[in-house]
């Protein structure tokens, strides 16, 4: 990582450590430094990670969407790790990889939809504090994409604000998957684009 966390990671170990850090290379390819971070609270670990296994089995919001609107959340937020753990989970799910380089600066962007647009604004307007979310935004995408999948699109945002919000406290920061794999490097967020709480790191 690129700089120190604020907790030292612990040794993450015995039969369920084997079983956490065999389930870690399948997914990402190594053993995340992050892991021995959660691994003080076992508990944190293994409730977040089961939240986020059932967050990825919805699907009334299409795939493309919601890893848009995960992304321009965590973007907003300023969660380097989210952003970078999102983009290189995205291989292999028919994502256009040139959209996904650009969320950080989507708002500068001429790659996306009207659709993806205001997908987006929505994902970055509920990740303020307070909540920005519109009537009219909400009217809009409710129209777009129906009730079931507005209410999915609203859950995942509030889902990766819990993780974002969590990593950032905590100092965990991007452990540079995408560049392992020889991913494209993600787009950077003009200053001053938008209002955004804080700047992807």
């Given at each position: ?5 604020r907790?030292p990671?612990a040794?993450?170990?015995g039969?369920?450590g084997?079983?956490v850090?065999a ?5 990402v390819g190594?053993?995340?430094?992050s892991?021995g971070?959660?691994w003080h609270h076992?508990g944190?670990?293994k ?5 986020g ?9 299409d ?9 321009a ?6 969660c ?11 291989r292999?799910?028919d ?6 380089r650009?969320v950080?600066?989507w708002h500068e962007?001429?790659?996306f939809t009207p659709?993806e ?20 935004l909400s ?7 129906g009730?079931?999948?507005l209410v999915?699109?609203a859950?995942?945002?509030a889902?990766?604000n819990?993780?974002a ?7 965990i920061?991007s452990?540079h ?9 993600l ?5 001053g ?5 804080g700047a992807?790191?």
């Open positions: 990582m690129t700089t120190q966390t907790i990671a040794e993450v170990s039969v369920s084997a079983v850090k389930a870690a290379r399948r997914m190594k053993v995340p430094d892991l971070v959660l076992k944190v670990m409730d977040s990670m089961g939240i296994r059932k967050v990825e089995g919805w699907h009334e919001l795939r493309p969407l919601s890893t848009f609107a995960a992304m959340a965590a973007a907003t937020i300023g380097s790790f989210c952003l970078d753990f999102n983009y290189f989970r995205s292999g799910h994502i256009d990889e040139a959209k996904l650009e950080p600066r962007s001429a790659a659709l647009r205001r997908v987006m604004e929505y994902a970055e307007a509920a990740s303020q504090t307070p909540p920005a979310v519109t009537d009219e009217d809009a995408l409710l129209d777009d994409l009730p079931a999948a999915e699109l859950a995942r945002v889902f990766m819990m993780s919000r969590m990593n950032i406290a905590l100092g920061r452990e998957f995408a560049d392992a794999c020889g991913m494209p490097p787009a950077v967020r003009a200053s684009a938008s209002p955004s709480v992807a790191a």
